[in-house]
């Protein structure tokens, strides 16, 4: 009698691009992200309670006492570019309320040992409102956006950067296309060790502390 034969896979979350994947984290192992900001009693672990897919995700949180407005969280991930200098961060994000944070901001940043060449999008939930980082360094407002995250579906978030030629591609925010095309990044000085950082800041708006839940991951040569 013959035996029938099963075996578990596993299924690369849902990624409306494509690309070469570079790092995945569905933080069903590990977290592979550190925490950095205003310090103190902050969350920043596993959370089997909620997953995009999966059956856990990375939960982080602001200080729980002696809590402020602009209490911060930043959490970061080093690596190193790919050899085409192209790259695309892709995750989901969710929060109990938006209300709480006064920003949330997604970094791209690339540091040659003598400048860093970075790319962020921040996003105002009061407005709602969302910029991007020029290359003098201040912040551009972009139009026609105003598409408030609610509390209830995972998000998704993309930001693709071509750092070979120092320029935005384009970014993803759920259903939306931003266009960044030919637009230069932010490059100022900023001598240190040669990498790349990813990152997602946000900051809370009230004396009261502020979440952020992250799932799947994905960096892409793309």
Known sequence: ??????????????????????????????????????GGDTIFELDPSQAFQGSQSLITKTRTTGEAVDDQMNIILSTHLPPSKQVTIAHRFLSPSFDAHRFLQFDLSFYDGTNVHQG?????????????????????????????????????FALSVDFANNLYKYAIIDEFLISL?????????????????????????????????????AILEA
């Not at 290359?135 to 551009?140: D, L, R």
Request: with cysteine.
């Open 1 to 38: 009698m013959s035996q029938e034969y099963t075996r578990d896979v596993t299924i690369l979350g849902q990624l409306p691009i494509s690309g070469k994947v570079l790092f995945r984290n569905d933080f069903l192992h590990h977290i592979g992200f550190v925490e950095s900001g205003t």
């Open 181 to 217: 095309a030919n637009i230069p990044l932010y490059t100022p000085l900023n001598p240190g060790e040669v990498r790349m950082d990813t990152s997602i800041i946000y900051a809370a708006d009230a004396a009261a502390a502020c979440q952020l839940s992250l799932d799947e991951v």
């Open 120 to 156: 962020f999008i921040k996003y105002i939930h009061d407005t709602p409102q969302l910029t991007y980082v020029n290359s003098g360094g201040t912040e551009t407002v972009i139009t026609a956006f105003d598409h408030a995250f609610n509390t209830t579906p995972w998000h998704f």
